[in-house]
């Protein structure tokens, strides 16, 4: 049975939460630990910002002026001071900040600093409900998949389909695929043969691609692959994603080998075949001869020399201690379970200390501190400290979802900023995407399936985990969201703009994430 909630009192309590000192955002504190907002645009929970102190300023005044023009003001004499004051009385919308330093008798003195940005609405007491069961949403977009031809080419060819762009990425897109293969032969064991057969010819040939031997990256799958296709020109797919993947062509993004280790062991106990586990091991065998002194690895190297081209670090809670941790299930070989707790320490001591959650995609470049954020590493954290069960445990898990839901979950209305499109055409109007939604990364801060789903599910482990009904009323708004934009085809788009380019650029990963959301939130619907 359903399980009710009385969203008029938690909507009350998201707006309380988002007001509060005592449980908004980790904030900066100047000399004690960093401002990791310095390029973000929108907040939903209370921040505060970096402005440069004024010599001999005892007294700052604040003063914002919403979108109907209205001033909300108060006075510090902290010129980095959290805006709790007005928050509650800010309404949704675009805010100009000034920070003023002042005179001893309370004239100005100077400005210390602006900034604008847009007032996101907390958590709603009303959300769009959801047009079917959850389960028979993900039953329709795996029968979408199956029906699709970039998939029925593995079925029909055991390759993949030359029209379709986004194979030139074959750890991230074969992948998901054979998860998502696994997974619907489960759920509808009368399609298993032909799902199993996709699994099957879509992983053997990321094995036949692989290097061997003497290669610098021997035994680790290719981020980027182009041989695929004979002639891209004839075929059509010199789209903006076939030029990202050429652009970083020749380079491997570390923390896709780690996906594609995990994909491995799925299919291993999927089909008994132990070809897979050797796989998956020599994958596990480059993260254990690479790790650095800090417990992780380099995020992209060369594949001709297989030296480091960056010195980002991967973010390994998403996929390489789920895959370190998986690997060490099926052999107890120690050496993988010290690898993931080097990995967990590194995600402790450097990621959640500087907050610095830098988003890692194989179609984007690497990025300095702070530039690039998404809410991937900060959910996954959260769900594996919500799994530990402890008070300190918890309530760092709350705060990663407060940032992930402040920084990437749109509720209401998006900010209305000029979004510009892949191909440089007219740019997105925001006020018409699909919401309630959740944004992917600052470097594509549009809202996409996948990102709505990780969020979800994110809510989902703080309620599982005891953290009250708020977190499964919000996993529930976004699910019902899935089902809302779901085509009646059964494709789920990739890309919530709501425009024909938008909905033509089709991630099929995205919604292989989506189907599992929605099979998971189904036993909560």
């Not at 800010?90 to 400005?111: F, K, Q």
């Not at 329709?140 to 593995?154: D, P």
């Not at 898990?397 to 209401?412: P, S």
Request: proline share 7%.
């Amino acid at each position: 049975m359903k399980k009710e909630l009385d969203r008029k009192a938690l909507a009350k309590q998201a707006f309380e939460e988002c007001c509060s000192a005592e449980t908004t955002v980790r904030y900066g504190i100047k000399r004690v630990r960093p401002f990791w907002n310095v390029e973000s645009t929108q907040f939903m929970y209370v921040p505060a910002f970096h402005f440069t102190a004024v010599r001999d300023i005892r007294r700052y005044r604040y003063s914002a002026k919403d979108e109907n023009g209205v001033i909300h003001s108060f006075e510090s004499g902290d010129c980095c001071a959290l805006l709790t004051p007005i928050w509650a009385e800010l309404p949704e919308g675009v805010v100009e900040l000034t920070v003023t330093a002042l005179n001893d008798d309370g004239s100005d003195y100077a400005i210390a600093g602006a900034r604008t940005f847009f007032r996101l609405a907390p958590f709603p007491e009303d959300t769009p409900p959801a047009v079917c069961p959850y389960k028979e949403s993900a039953i329709k977009a795996y029968r979408y998949a199956m029906s699709a031809g970039f998939i029925r080419h593995w079925l029909e060819h055991g390759e993949p389909d030359p029209y379709y762009d986004l194979n030139t990425y074959p750890c991230k897109m074969i992948g998901a695929l054979v998860s998502a293969m696994i997974t619907y032969a489960k759920i509808c064991p009368q399609d298993a043969a032909d799902t199993m057969k996709v699994a099957v010819s879509a992983a053997d040939y990321l094995i036949k691609i692989t290097p061997r031997g003497d290669d610098p990256l021997a035994d680790v799958p290719p981020t980027y692959y182009l041989d695929f296709c004979p002639d891209p020109q004839k075929y059509g797919i010199i789209t903006p994603n076939w030029h990202a993947a050429v652009g970083h062509f020749g380079t491997t993004m570390m923390i896709y080998p780690a996906r594609a280790g995990l994909m491995y062991l799925e299919l291993e106990k999927a089909t008994g075949d132990e070809k897979y586990l050797r796989e998956a091991i020599g994958i596990g065998k480059y993260f254990l001869k690479t790790v650095e002194p800090n417990g992780s690895w380099y995020l992209v190297r060369s594949c001709k020399t297989g030296e480091p081209l960056t010195d980002n670090y991967i973010a390994p809670t998403e996929v390489v201690i789920p895959f370190l941790t998986a690997l060490y299930e099926r052999t107890g070989d120690e050496c993988w379970r010290s690898l993931c707790d080097g990995a967990v320490r590194y995600a402790f001591e450097t990621q959640l200390k500087s907050y610095n959650w830098e988003g890692q995609f194989e179609d984007s470049p690497v990025s300095s501190d702070y530039v690039n954020l998404t809410h991937y590493a900060p959910v996954a954290l959260a769900t594996y400290l919500a799994k530990q069960g402890d008070e300190k445990s918890l309530q760092t898990a709350k705060e990663l979802m407060r940032f992930a839901e402040d920084q990437f979950v749109v509720w209401k209305r998006p900010n209305p900023w000029r979004h510009p499109t892949p191909d440089g055409s007219t740019p997105y109007d925001t006020s018409i995407w699909h919401t309630p939604a959740a944004l992917e990364q600052y470097g594509w801060y549009v809202p996409i399936d996948a990102s709505t789903s990780d969020l979800a599910l994110g809510f989902l482990a703080l309620y599982k985990a005891g953290c009250g009904d708020l977190y499964l009323a919000k996993a529930r708004a976004l699910t019902d969201q899935l089902t809302r934009v779901q085509h009646e085809d059964g494709k789920i788009p990739t890309h919530w703009m709501n425009t024909p380019g938008a909905e033509a650029n089709f991630w099929f990963n995205c919604m292989f994430a989506s189907c599992h959301t929605l099979s998971v939130m189904s036993e909560y619907e």
